[in-house]
Structures are given as C-alpha cells and as structure tokens.
C-alpha cells in the first residue's frame, strides 16, 4: 500500500463492510466532498443477494447468487477496475468496527494493523473477517491507493472508567478489555448534524442518540461527548438488535454448554445470528415485516414489544447517565422509518417531557416533538459514508503536511 506523499486525496473511496452487505461510495474531496456514486451489495450468502449502485444515469441493480464476502470482494474490486479508471483514486477508507485501544485512532493501513485485527477478530466474528479480507484484497487490487482505517469506536473513546470499566478483575481493564462502544461513525455524524441544525448549545447540553437498525445502540452525549453508550464489548451487547441478543446473563453460556452441549462456538453464532427479533419471532429479524405480522403472531408480537421496551429502557438508562435530557435523536434504518415504533418508545417515555407530534412523526421530519415538550426530539438522516471520506482525507492531508515539515527541518 502507498505510503503517504499527496497533500489531499483527489477521490476519496469509503468502504463499509457489515455482516452481510458491503457498502461503498466514491467522493471528490477539497473543500467540499461531492458524491460521485454510492452502492451496496446486500444480503451476501443469502437467497436475495444483490448489487446495487446509485450513480445517477448510470444506477442500477442487479440480482444474483453471492455466495461469500469473497465473491462480493472480488464482484466489487472488477466493477471498480470498469469505473474508477475515468475518475482516479488517491485514498481508500474503510470503517473497522472493532480493534485493539492501541488502534482506536484514525490510522494508515499497515501490517502491524492488520496482524492486531487477526488476533482480536474473535471478539466481533461478524465484522472483523469481512473488513480485513476487504483491506487485503482492495489493498491488491489498488496498491497506488493510500488506505486509511476508521474506527467506530473512536467516538467514545474518552468515556469515563466508570462507563468503560468492565466489572471484571482489574488486569483484564489493563491489557485492553474494556467496554468499547460502537456506531461511532453514526454518532459523529448525528452530532454534526445537530449543530448545524439545532446550533452549538443544544449539541452541547444533554443529548442521547439512539441508532436503531440491524444494529442498535443508545449513548449518552454531554458537551459534545460520549459518556455512556448501550454496547460494551463487542457489538452483541446492549438492547436486543436484529439476529443480535444484546445483554444476557453472563451465566447462560456455562448453563447452555453444561445443560444442552452448546460449544463457546455454538454459543457465539447463537447470539449473533440467531438471536434478538428472528430469535423472538421465529420469524425474522426484520422489524418492519414483524410489525406487518404482529397482530396475527404471537412470536412477532412479543418481539416488536420487546424492541420498544429495551430501547425506550435504554434512553431512560441513558438519560439517568446525563441527569436528565434535552435532546433525543433518533437514526438508523427503524429509527429513521418506522414512525410507529419511534410512538411507541416515546410515549412511555412521557415521564421525562418527552412528547412528540403525531402528524410530525407519521411524516418523518426533522423535528417530531411538540412544541410543549420539555425535549427535543429528532430524526437525523445518518450517513457513515461521508465522516469515512472526511476522516480518510482528513488523516491523509495532515500526515503528508508532518512529512513535509519533517522533510524541511531534516
């Protein structure tokens, strides 16, 4: 991979790889980032997998079998070999869910990185492997490319011990085990957004964030900064998600290997594929086709209820954390969308002023609190794709301005 020589990437490739799906979008960076084409292959190794990509005229969507995150690599590496010669490409970032402390920071891709992300890949089995075999292969495939690794834990990396402190003997909180947080990029995101929005004192005051999608997470925000957050460790913690479980007791997997023979292999698949709403439901994991079933299923019901209970504990949990709240904002693909779950939170949150406007929310705004509500609350768009690009050139510009300067004084 190319070592750092450009002032400011020219384009800029953000890649964010998921369990199952790989997104990916193309910016011109300077003072502006432009857009060039976003696009998505989506449901890999399923029965629906497809790629899709929006660039304007040329948008388009093709379905067909991708049976691994290998053949999705190899799929996008040919399409970007067809497309970016007409545009260039300086730097390529990539959205790394989980690592090691030591690499929490914005970072060039090296092999010391990719050696820590092997050891730790474990602690979060659905993400790490993805990303790692996507920074090796586009990493081949475009070794002119300065490649820059973001972190989502970044976000909250200052949390105090008390939220990032594992109840646990203490030498394990000294070698790295700590509750690290996730949706970091989303977080970043969602809170520019508010400032630019709402104005510096709101983003400053008591905020909670609730990212609910396939992933879902709750954090506490003061003075612009992450000081709790519903995920620890690894990204199956906190409130129950799609196919993820959120908190168990820790108990369950020695009562689960000694009672039903379930390996710590078993054990981990469980709780994050088969676990959350398709585990509930029986039926799937997909909260919007459950709310379509609740009113003639059992198991999808007692699913949709439990994802509003744990998220609207959640916030209450982080507000706790704040003491008290000003501004709650809701994002991710169910917080964004689904108005009905967005009522069904906050109207057992009416305790803490929260109230929202029925027309407002049915309509997704912006701002769906009433104008009595002693909160603030909102709906924010996120966009992970873009605090990548800003992050990668962001990184890429200050390390090429230090080796110049060290060139000078040499």
């Known amino acids: 991979m190319e070592s750092i020589q450009q002032a400011v990437p020219s384009n800029v490739l953000t890649i964010n790889a998921g369990s199952s799906s790989i997104k990916f979008a193309l910016y011109e960076s300077g003072t502006s ?86 050891q730790t890949r474990s602690y979060d089995s659905e993400h790490l492997p993805q990303e790692k075999l996507l920074i090796e292969t586009l990493g081949r495939a475009f070794p002119g490319a300065i490649h820059v690794a973001c972190f989502d834990s970044n976000f909250h990396v200052d949390m105090p011990l008390v939220a990032s402190m594992l109840p646990i003997p203490r030498h394990f909180f000294a070698a790295g085990v700590v509750r690290q947080g996730f949706h970091g990029l989303s977080c970043a995101y969602a809170m520019r957004e508010l400032t630019a929005t709402a104005g510096a004192v709101a983003a400053n005051s008591k905020v909670v964030l609730a990212h609910l999608g396939g992933g879902c997470s709750v954090t506490a925000v003061k ?83 439990m994802f509003c209970y744990q998220a609207r504990k959640q916030i209450g949990a982080m507000a706790s954390a704040l003491e008290g709240l000003d501004t709650l904002v809701f994002m991710g693909g169910i917080g964004e969308n689904l108005p009905v779950v967005r009522a069904r939170i906050c109207t057992a949150l009416a305790f803490l002023g929260i109230e929202i406007d029925d027309a407002l929310n049915n309509a997704n705004a912006s701002l769906i609190s009433t104008k009595s509500s002693t909160v603030v609350v909102r709906i924010v768009a996120t966009d992970e794709q873009i605090i990548i690009a800003e992050e990668t050139s962001t990184f890429v510009s200050a390390a090429a301005h230090a080796t110049k300067s060290e060139a000078a004084h040499g």
Request: hydrophobic fraction near 40%.
């Open 223 to 305: 003075g612009g900064q992450s000081i709790d957050t519903s995920m620890g460790l690894t990204p199956a913690g906190g409130m129950l998600m799609a196919t993820r479980c959120g908190d168990v007791d820790p108990g369950l997997a020695w009562r689960l290997l000694r009672e039903h023979d379930v390996s710590p292999a078993q054990f981990n698949h469980m709780i994050n594929q088969d676990s959350g709403l398709k585990g509930i439901s029986g039926i799937s994991g997909d909260l919007r086709h459950l709310l379509s079933r609740e009113a003639d299923e059992r198991g999808a019901a007692d699913a949709v209820e």
């Open 33 to 118: 980032y432009t857009r060039l084409f976003e696009g998505e292959i989506s449901n890999v190794g399923g029965a629906d997998s497809a790629f899709r990509v929006a660039d304007g005229p040329s948008s388009f969507q093709r379905d067909f079998p991708i049976p691994d995150h290998v053949t999705a690599a190899m799929v996008l590496v040919d399409w970007l070999h067809e497309r970016l010669p007409s545009v260039g490409l300086a730097a390529i970032g990539h959205r790394v869910v989980y690592s090691r402390a030591e690499f929490r920071a914005t970072q060039q891709v090296t092999p010391e990185l990719l050696e820590s992300m092997f």
